[in-house]
């Protein structure tokens, strides 16, 4: 099998047993009272501190966060040592180090987003704009990919800067009350958020494509949408497909955006082109593991580049396929090496089912 695919011989799925936060009932309520708590005493701080105060209090906190969170520090350090098992044990620890760090950063930088919205002019540098000025041009609707990386939250200042109108899906937190305090940070008057899970989130998401808008996605993380088996850095990941859907039912463009974060406390944002997608196969399925598959590997290469920056306590594989599943996205992973050797050999492939 490619590189590119699953290992020949085993799986390298990981485990997160070990990492389990084993918490009583009864104290679910207790718990979400105090996150909801600290997150309110969040944004009243996010409104008094400048933003460089505010960086440096969330690096102290994602440093006390990687010396008392032991669970959540095993789950970075474990899928850091799986994806880069180049890495001695004094790097993989200074990665996990920083990915705290930043994250921690992050976290404060959200809560004082309006005061980044106000500033970003001197906060945020874009490069290759052209790749969304493009896609917004061929008026078939663009899926703005997301990534976990940087701040990825910084696409809405970019909305308002240029003064185009976007919607981003996003899931929910547990606490009804947490959500209603992040989208009322998230939403202005050139971003939209709309929840999935809702009755009717997917006529927005459809809606907002047909409209030739601008929809913002990620499907890097394992989320409780619907999503199939794709490999990710080599490993089967439960991948969401809403990207790939999309652009093969809208013919709406893919673009990314990256956005990481520089030593000097700014932000550099850079848009890629990954293109529009038709149907090339007899199968719909196969269809939607191709588009994912391509958008899978070009998410790895930019995690590579500075992988520090990505979401690593995330539990990324934490669902296993079933031996059904494995087989068959093998089965789609072997046709879609074949298809892709008989498209460099010229060789005529199969028109797709009408």
């Known amino acids: 099998m490619s590189s590119e695919g699953l290992p020949e011989t085993e799986i390298r799925q990981p485990t997160y047993d070990e990492f389990k936060k084993n ?29 460089t105060q505010l960086q440096k209090l969330g690096r102290g906190v994602g440093s006390f966060a990687y010396q008392v969170l032991r669970k959540d520090r095993g789950i970075v350090e474990k899928q850091l040592e ?19 760090g930043h994250f921690g950063q992050m976290l404060f930088e959200f809560l004082s987003l309006p005061q980044i919205l106000r500033d970003e002019a001197n906060l945020l540098q874009v490069e290759n704009e052209e790749a969304l000025t493009s896609a917004i041009n061929g008026e078939k609707g663009v899926i703005l990919l997301a990534m976990h990386t940087g701040n990825w939250e910084l696409i809405s200042a970019y909305a308002k800067r240029i ?20 989208v009322s940070q998230r939403e202005h008057g050139n971003m939209e958020i709309i929840r999935r899970g809702t009755s009717t989130a997917i006529r927005k998401l459809l809606s907002c494509l047909r409209n030739k808008e601008v929809l913002v996605l990620a499907i890097d993380q394992d989320t409780n949408v619907l999503s199939t088996w794709v490999p990710f850095f080599g490993i089967p990941a439960k ?38 997608f038709v149907r090339q196969h007899p199968e719909m399925e196969q269809d939607v593991y191709a588009v994912t598959r391509k958008i899978n590997l070009h998410l790895e290469q930019r995690i590579r580049e500075i992988p520090q920056q990505w979401a690593w306590f995330h539990r990324r594989w934490r669902h296993r396929p079933s031996a059904e599943e494995f087989q068959k996205m093998e089965e789609l992973e072997q046709n879609e090496i074949q298809f892709l050797e008989s498209l460099e050999s010229g060789k005529t492939v199969p028109k797709k089912k009408t």
Request: aromatic letters at 12%; glycine letters at 8%; proline letters at 5%.
């Open 23 to 51: 918490r009583p009932a009864w104290t679910t309520s207790l718990r979400r009272g105090f996150e909801y708590a600290v997150f309110s005493f969040g944004l009243f701080l996010g409104k008094k501190l400048s933003l």
């Open 239 to 276: 991948t969401p497909v809403g990207a790939a859907v999309f652009a093969l039912k809208t013919g709406a463009t893919v673009v990314s955006y990256n956005v990481i974060r520089q030593a000097d406390g700014t932000f550099k944002m850079r848009f890629e082109t990954l293109g529009g």
């Open 82 to 100: 799986l994806i880069f098992p180049e890495l001695d044990a004094a790097q993989r620890i200074q990665w996990t180090r920083e990915c705290f």
């Open 163 to 182: 003064g185009l109108k976007m919607k981003a899906a996003t899931t929910n937190v547990p606490d009804p009350r947490i959500n209603e305090l992040i």
